[in-house]
């Protein structure tokens, strides 16, 4: 592939990304959810949740005395979810939340649903505390399980994580290392390996812990071998390469001749065809790094951990949190299939 070749194929399509960031508002919520969320619907929410797969359908009584005899019965209670299984032989009574993923958290069932709509939205935690009412570690706890349900997604799906391909162009580049930021790394810094596809709009960005997650490719952590591992790992064979010369763990020498990627260009050679006074290679490199810059940046103050499992939320959102309403309909769906009831 050419030099020219490469830089037309990294130009993002500047009109259809703010179009797919345009829909703030989660029409799914608006229409589906929101008539259910008010007082004396509680039933009927429950009986949505039912026929979505996130709350048992029926329960059998763990009481060795019942043997079984009897299916439990739903019955309204006086408790916050305003019903339970109860079983008909013996004064047994079990939560409608068993085996789900509401269990572990301490507040009314809408109340959950109106935090994941805020986790879909990316609303801070103190803002949706405040606008609901809630304590901020009972907002926490259903952010932090959202992200649980979007790694356990991402981790069990590798296979939608391979990039480029024939004719494609993939930029490979270390934050903050390379052309990522403007600010130079430090030896404190948490170094994220960052895999673009061009040929999605937008890119489409693979990214890990370096430190993290060396040992998934059998190298040693931080290293060139473990970048070329990752990139064998998640890049298509024939893409075309794009690497700069100034990232320590990736730099472009190092990139040149590997056995399925014929094609390696630095960026700075890229830089080199830009008419004098512009800077037309940096500000395209700027709106593909944008969204994964902003998420680098924010896990430094993290625990490794953390950070790790916000970079795979990261890569869920670009999947499926193209508008609030798709964000909301894929994770209620994934956490029915991550969350099985036995009827």
Not at 88 to 97: E, F, Q
Not at 300 to 329: D, H, I, K
Request: hydrophobic share 35%; proline share 5%; with cysteine.
């Amino acid at each position: 592939m050419s030099d020219n070749t490469a830089v037309e194929m990294m130009e993002p399509d500047t009109e259809e990304v703010a179009n797919k960031e345009n829909s703030k508002e989660c029409e799914y919520y608006q229409t589906v959810l929101r008539p259910m969320m008010s007082g004396g619907h509680e039933g009927e929410l429950c009986e949505w949740l039912k026929q979505m797969g996130l709350l048992r359908r029926s329960a059998q009584c763990s009481n060795p005395d019942c043997k079984g005899r009897s299916p439990m019965c739903w019955r309204k209670a006086r408790i916050v979810d305003k019903y339970n299984w109860a079983c008909p032989d013996c004064t047994r009574k079990v939560s409608i939340r068993e085996g789900s993923f509401f269990l572990s958290i301490k507040c009314e069932m809408k109340a959950i649903i109106r935090c994941m709509l805020g986790w879909c939205e990316r609303t801070s935690i103190d803002v949706t505390s405040s606008q609901l009412d809630l304590k901020q570690h009972v907002v926490r706890r259903v952010y932090e399980r959202c992200t649980d349900v979007a790694q356990a997604y991402v981790l069990s799906r590798p296979q939608d994580w391979l990039l480029g391909g024939d004719g494609a162009v993939v930029v490979v580049d270390v934050f903050p290392d390379g052309y990522m930021s403007e600010r130079r790394g430090t030896g404190r810094d948490k170094r994220v390996l960052c895999i673009a596809d061009t040929g999605h709009v937008p890119a489409r960005i693979w990214a890990a812990l370096l430190e993290h997650a060396g040992q998934q490719v059998g190298a040693q952590p931080g290293t060139v071998d473990e970048v070329l591992g990752h990139v064998r790992s998640h890049v298509r064979p024939g893409s075309t390469l794009v690497v700069s010369e100034r990232s320590r763990a990736c730099p472009h020498e190092m990139l040149q001749g590997i056995p399925d990627y014929p094609s390696t260009i630095s960026v700075e050679t890229l830089m080199g065809l830009d008419l004098p006074g512009t800077r037309r290679i940096q500000e395209n490199l700027e709106t593909i790094w944008h969204s994964a810059v902003e998420v680098c940046e924010e896990i430094q103050e993290m625990p490794t951990r953390s950070g790790a499992s916000l970079l795979n939320e990261y890569m869920w959102r670009q999947l499926f949190a193209v508008t609030p309403s798709s964000a909301m309909q894929s994770l209620l769906h994934h956490i029915a299939d991550q969350f099985p009831l036995q009827d």
